[in-house]
């Protein structure tokens, strides 16, 4: 991680486009990079899970000398080699396999949940500067009527001038409110970018959001076949069924095998004596097994480890449910947000416009009033704003859907798309 490059650095202060933040995210993000790590650290696990243990060497002296025929004898060193049943040693490398495999899972886990929230992020700045833009340009045209009708403060108008200045206070409220937001939302990118909090963000290029094609129930194939959720529950099943296959070897001795030296001293001459082997030191040769005695302890370990696999195959039939429903309310909510959308876009926003202009017309003809230049100008700055947040919505809605999937809709940059792969 280089956190003191700015994003200025990065180039991410002017315009960036979704791609270059999915790059910059993937390159920088601590989340990924520790997940990597890991991963990376549990890809060794296997090989160490199916080594044998290391021997023991012992080294033992007499505390009171024996003699024997040959020499007293002083003290002894040996070593052991504990060996564990061959398929222990396998059935743990399986196991050990099963949760690199998993960890792996977990590491494209955080990759995707990463980029989904950049994504998101990316859409509400989006959002946000669209908002003020609208805000600022609604504000600016009902200070220009307030301006043009403060001279004439009769009758009904000073009413009609009391209400476009509430409403011109309510939109710097407005404002206030969408410049805090954006500066939530950047500190938001820049945690996930790994970035100072002084970098500015410049106004993404999210670009045009496109319409989801598939059906639902090819959504949910996809989602079956590409869940991290799903997989990771899986391998969790499978490091289970490990677990278990090895509680039930409980019963299966495990053997050592090892070699002793006695260091004995030779007999004195003064003794007159030199039999045989003098001062020969003996060799001791050692095999040895474990006792399964322990039968309860043993039955408690096999009932463990079984009603620990019950419970993850259960845990993974949560896991195909719980990815359904998440298909379910993304794709609802991928659709609704493109509907309002649309309906606002092509619909409500053309006619609120058209409606604006036309009271504008009859104010300056003098068939109008001040207070149907103000209805419609805050109809219009409304639906202006839902159709923001409905496309904003609908891009968030779609990162959404690409989570519960696992893997992308191919509705990014074609950069961006390989990197989320």
């Known amino acids: 991680m280089q956190s003191s490059d700015s994003a200025a650095d990065l180039h991410l202060d002017a315009e960036p486009t979704l791609a270059q933040l999915l790059r910059t995210a993937l390159a920088r993000s601590p989340v990924i990079a520790a997940a990597r790590e890991r991963a990376t650290a549990a890809a060794e696990t296997p090989a160490i899970a199916g080594a044998l243990p290391n021997p023991k060497l012992m080294v033992g002296w007499y505390e009171t000398e024996v003699e024997t025929r040959v020499g007293p004898q002083r003290w002894a060193v040996g070593i052991r080699q504990p060996i564990p049943f061959p398929t222990k040693l396998t059935t743990k490398s399986e196991i050990a396999a099963s949760e690199a495999r998993r960890m792996s899972v977990v590491y494209q886990r955080a990759v995707r949940d990463v980029l989904v929230d950049v994504v998101r992020v990316a859409h509400e ?16 045209l009902l200070e220009r009527y307030t301006v043009a009708a403060s001279g004439a403060q009769t009758g009904s108008l000073v009413s009609e001038l009391f209400r476009a200045e509430t409403q011109r206070a309510q939109l710097e409220n407005d404002r206030v409110i969408l410049a805090e937001l954006r500066s939530v939302e950047e500190q938001r990118l820049r945690s996930l970018l790994d970035l100072p909090p002084t970098a500015a963000i410049g ?25 991290q959720e799903l997989r990771e529950a899986g391998l969790a099943l ?3 069924r490990g677990q278990s296959s090895l509680a039930a070897q409980s019963h299966v001795p ?18 007159g004596v030199n039999p045989d082997g003098n001062g020969k030191d003996p060799l001791i040769l050692q095999l040895g097994v474990d006792l399964p005695v322990w039968v309860q302890r043993d039955e408690a370990t ?3 480890a079984r009603g620990l696999e019950r419970a993850a195959a259960l845990d993974r039939v949560n896991a195909i449910q719980h990815t359904r429903d998440r298909v379910a309310r993304a794709w609802f909510a ?6 309002l959308h649309r309906l ?41 704003l839902a159709a923001a947040r409905a496309r904003a919505d609908h891009g ?26």
């Open 125 to 140: 700045l989006d959002y946000l500067d669209q908002a003020a833009r609208i805000t600022e340009s609604i504000s600016a």
């Open 203 to 227: 106004v993404p290029r999210v670009g045009a959001v496109p319409s989801v094609r598939m059906s639902f129930p090819e959504l949910l194939r996809i989602a079956e076949e590409h869940s």
């Open 238 to 240: 499978d490091a289970a």
């Open 254 to 271: 495990d053997f050592s095998v090892g070699v002793t030296s006695i260091r004995t001293d030779r007999l004195p001459g003064s003794l």
């Open 302 to 304: 096999i009932r463990r």
């Open 334 to 339: 991928v659709g609704n947000a493109e509907r």
């Open 344 to 384: 606002y876009a092509d619909v409500l926003v053309p006619r609120a416009d058209i409606a604006a202009r036309t009271s504008e017309d009859l104010l300056a003809s003098g068939k109008g009033s001040l207070a149907g230049v103000l209805e419609t100008i805050a109809v219009t700055h409304n639906f202006r």
């Open 396 to 421: 968030q809605a779609i990162a959404a859907l690409e989570r519960a999937l696992g893997r992308p809709l191919d509705v990014l940059d074609t950069d961006a798309a390989e990197d989320v792969r």
